[in-house]
């Protein structure tokens, strides 16, 4: 079986780390039509499943930013009519320091933005603590934020610093930041000095690739933390109802 029908039928997983080993060579045109189709699959299975859960949330009650000013700020959003000139322009603000992964590309592209963060701004009362709410920035934020004046300078200290010795995309609030706790470096994904299909979803708790750390989130029914054991989060009944909708990736 090619890659897609395999991934058709349930080797999602499987499929991926079997991408993941073509390394650059996934680019070739011998691989390239295919693998977009897994990806495409892939991407319309992360709107399908953000789609159930955003509408189960809504349903018990969870408290969303109603009134949000800007597209960051929505818990969901269309791709944007302008995606594809802003992703051009991203790719070249960033091009001095490498390449943005396809996964992030297609995520812009077909599902647009999330933000399941509880607006504490009206009820400080989370309904679950240190849940880590799935949350992807808007497109046009990341763009905004690496055609600052300053942002090349100050990513270049990433790159030359030990530790992390490589450029990234900001593109979500940590787990403390998202109950309103001051926090760490937000979640980031790697700007990687070869195209790649994916690429590390850093400072993150899973240590794991963005496409991965999907796949973690939706196991948790878009909250990677809810199941901390010292939280004692009452959520049985929310996974019970959400989780057998959603389609694996």
């Given amino acids: 079986m090619n ?13 991926y780390d079997d991408i993941y080993k073509l ?4 680019f070739e045109d011998s691989y390239r039509k295919e693998i977009e189709k897994v990806m495409t699959e892939t991407f319309e299975r992360v709107l399908f499943n953000l789609n159930i859960i955003y509408k189960e949330l809504i349903d018990i009650g969870y408290l969303f930013k109603t009134d949000a000013t800007y597209n960051f700020e929505k818990p969901l959003h269309h791709p944007l009519k302008n995606t594809d000139s802003l992703l051009k322009q991203l790719e070249f603000t960033v091009k001095d320091f490498g390449f943005i992964p396809l996964s992030l ?8 933005g999330v933000n399941f963060v509880w607006d504490v701004e009206k009820n400080k009362n989370l309904m679950w ?4 709410p799935i949350q992807v920035a808007s497109l046009d934020s990341v763009v905004k934020e690496v055609t600052t004046e300053y942002w090349k300078e100050d990513i270049q200290q990433y790159v030359d610093d030990d530790y992390f010795g ?4 900001d593109v979500a609030a940590d787990d403390l930041h998202k109950d309103n706790i001051s926090g760490g470096q937000p979640y980031a994904i790697e700007i990687t000095k070869q195209p790649m299909i994916d690429a590390r979803f850093m400072n993150e ?6 496409i ?8 948790h029914c878009g909250f990677p933390g809810i199941t901390r054991s010292d939280m004692n989060n009452d959520y049985q009944k929310f996974f019970e109802k959400v ?6 990736i």
């Fill in 3 to 15: 890659l897609y029908q395999r991934y058709i039928q349930g080797e999602t997983k499987a499929v």
């Fill in 23 to 26: 390394g650059t060579n996934a």
């Fill in 105 to 112: 590309k297609y995520f812009y592209q077909i599902v647009g």
């Fill in 129 to 132: 603590n240190m849940a880590d």
């Fill in 166 to 169: 490589c450029a990234f995309l």
């Fill in 205 to 210: 708790p899973n240590e794991t690739t963005f």
């Fill in 212 to 219: 991965s750390y999907l796949r973690i989130c939706f196991d």
């Fill in 243 to 248: 989780k057998p909708q959603l389609k694996k």
